[in-house]
């Protein structure tokens, strides 16, 4: 099993590889989209440094549903702060300009989650749901409603539009081996590893204004994901997202993800965190901490392809720890390599595997889900067109435009 020499002798290795592999196929958008997801049903504030323990051991901080508590926090009767105050049914946004979340004197936004306060991209997304809850809160009149609506039309693109791009084909259903009994639960080869995948996702900067012909080109508008987009500050009008460079809103589309694949670009290894900047080496060692299986166990158990030594591009790493690595594989970097393998526009079989079964798993066990209590459900006119509704429909809508 990988050891911390092992580990940063690997983190060394991936740092070492140059230049990022733009996606053809996954909007910008869908890496701060997965973000979102996580911080919805995953969190774990134990320091990664401490010593392993069962995954049963673990705490999580949210709830193991896709039930937007990161947004909505206990609701407006235990946490009216997040709500307006004479007007419950509405999440609290601060007027601007620019529109940006409430925050308290010292900037701090006041959420359900402060990770969504991370960088301005997933802000600024936690900050468009906020805008999608009222303006429907709006038309029924009644929080309930409003955040059932909102549920149903989030577990929607779960299902039928995050799932399908970053899965492809690689996993189309139905679940074999994810069943919650008990209760639903997050497993830890998916929190640990499987659904971190979108790091390397993440481009090492952004455009973020409507402005270049073509879309993958940053432009005068770029900016650095660190310090240009750092979170944990007031919104300014010079970092205010135009969401048409991050999803599918206008005929010569968005910018494009970086590739699903062993690269992460370099601001993930200089991240402004005191405790580990390196954000691989953070994943490596929590994963190590959990006691994860490696990639050839796990891939085994499940019947999926080995890769091969090739596959692992590992020849950099110096022996004995490039043979321990090769034997044993930490299952993140693992799923890496065969999304890397697979062409990097998708995971791969067994990443593919984990997650889809756990995020459709989770959607089609919540008794309050649409897909337990009405099957046969399907977007209405937020989507313009019965049966269709994408995040570009949730951004027109939540923009106060007209579906589409």
Request: charged share 25%; net charge negative.
């Given at each position: 099993?990988?050891?911390?020499?092992?580990?940063?002798?690997?983190?060394?290795?991936?740092?070492?590889?140059?230049?990022?592999?733009?996606?053809?196929?996954?909007?910008?958008?869908?890496?701060?989209?997965?973000?979102?997801?996580?911080?919805?049903?995953?969190?774990?504030?134990?320091?990664?440094?401490?010593?392993?323990?069962?995954?049963?051991?673990?705490?999580?901080?949210?709830?193991?549903?896709?039930?937007?508590?990161?947004?909505?926090?206990?609701?407006?009767?235990?946490?009216?702060?997040?709500?307006?105050?004479?007007?419950?049914?509405?999440?609290?946004?601060?007027?601007?300009?620019?529109?940006?979340?409430?925050?308290?004197?010292?900037?701090?936004?006041?959420?359900?989650?402060?990770?969504?306060?991370?960088?301005?991209?997933?802000?600024?997304?936690?900050?468009?749901?906020?805008?999608?809850?009222?303006?429907?809160?709006?038309?029924?009149?009644?929080?309930?409603?409003?955040?059932?609506?909102?549920?149903?039309?989030?577990?929607?693109?779960?299902?039928?539009?995050?799932?399908?791009?970053?899965?492809?084909?690689?996993?189309?259903?139905?679940?074999?081996?994810?069943?919650?009994?008990?209760?639903?639960?997050?497993?830890?080869?998916?929190?640990?590893?499987?659904?971190?995948?979108g790091h390397s996702m993440v481009r090492p900067?952004?455009?973020?204004?409507?402005?270049?012909?073509?879309?993958?080109?940053?432009?005068?508008?770029?900016?650095?994901?660190?310090?240009?987009?750092?979170?944990?500050?007031?919104?300014?009008?010079?970092?205010?997202?135009?969401?048409?460079?991050?999803?599918?809103?206008?005929?010569?589309?968005?910018?494009?993800?970086?590739?699903?694949?062993?690269?992460?670009?370099?601001?993930?290894?200089?991240?402004?965190?005191?405790?580990?900047?390196?954000?691989?080496?953070?994943?490596?060692?929590?994963?190590?901490?959990?006691?994860?299986?490696?990639?050839?166990?796990?891939?085994?158990?499940?019947?999926?392809?080995?890769?091969?030594?090739?596959?692992?591009?590992?020849?950099?790493?110096?022996?004995?720890?490039?043979?321990?690595?090769?034997?044993?594989?930490?299952?993140?970097?693992?799923?890496?390599?065969?999304?890397?393998?697979?062409?990097?526009?998708?995971?791969?079989?067994?990443?593919?595997?984990?997650?889809?079964?756990?995020?459709?798993g989770l959607i089609e066990t919540d008794e309050?889900?649409?897909?337990?209590?009405?099957?046969?459900?399907?977007?209405?006119?937020?989507?313009?067109?019965?049966?269709?509704?994408?995040?570009?429909?949730?951004?027109?809508?939540?923009?106060?435009?007209?579906?589409?």
């Open positions: 099993m990988a050891d911390v020499p092992e580990i940063d002798a690997l983190v060394k290795t991936m740092e070492a590889r140059h230049g990022i592999k733009q996606s053809e196929t996954i909007p910008a958008g869908f890496t701060y989209l997965g973000q979102f997801i996580d911080h919805d049903i995953t969190f774990d504030p134990t320091s990664f440094g401490t010593r392993a323990r069962q995954p049963r051991n673990t705490v999580n901080r949210r709830t193991p549903r896709l039930d937007l508590d990161s947004l909505y926090g206990g609701g407006p009767a235990l946490q009216p702060y997040l709500y307006e105050k004479h007007n419950l049914r509405r999440l609290l946004l601060d007027p601007g300009p620019p529109l940006d979340l409430p925050r308290n004197d010292e900037d701090v936004a006041l959420l359900g989650d402060r990770r969504n306060d991370e960088n301005a991209i997933i802000s600024q997304l936690h900050l468009l749901f906020a805008q999608f809850h009222n303006r429907i809160a709006d038309d029924l009149g009644s929080f309930e409603k409003a955040r059932k609506r909102v549920l149903r039309h989030y577990h929607w693109i779960v299902l039928h539009e995050y799932l399908p791009t970053v899965l492809g084909d690689a996993w189309t259903g139905p679940r074999k081996h994810f069943e919650p009994k008990g209760g639903p639960f997050i497993p830890a080869e998916f929190s640990g590893a499987a659904f971190r995948f900067s952004y455009g973020i204004r409507a402005l270049p012909l073509d879309p993958d080109q940053p432009g005068e508008d770029a900016l650095p994901l660190f310090p240009g987009l750092e979170g944990f500050q007031k919104l300014d009008a010079i970092r205010r997202i135009d969401w048409e460079r991050f999803f599918e809103l206008a005929e010569r589309g968005p910018q494009h993800a970086s590739k699903i694949d062993t690269r992460l670009p370099g601001p993930l290894f200089a991240l402004p965190f005191d405790d580990e900047p390196a954000l691989a080496r953070r994943t490596l060692l929590r994963g190590k901490k959990l006691g994860l299986p490696s990639g050839q166990t796990l891939a085994h158990a499940l019947r999926k392809p080995a890769l091969t030594d090739e596959d692992l591009r590992l020849e950099e790493v110096a022996e004995p720890m490039r043979e321990t690595l090769t034997r044993s594989t930490p299952l993140w970097y693992w799923i890496l390599c065969e999304a890397e393998k697979a062409g990097g526009e998708h995971l791969g079989p067994l990443g593919a595997l984990i997650v889809g079964e756990v995020l459709t309050t889900s649409f897909v337990q209590r009405d099957p046969g459900w399907t977007p209405g006119i937020l989507g313009g067109t019965p049966g269709e509704f994408s995040m570009a429909s949730l951004v027109r809508y939540a923009q106060g435009g007209e579906p589409f």
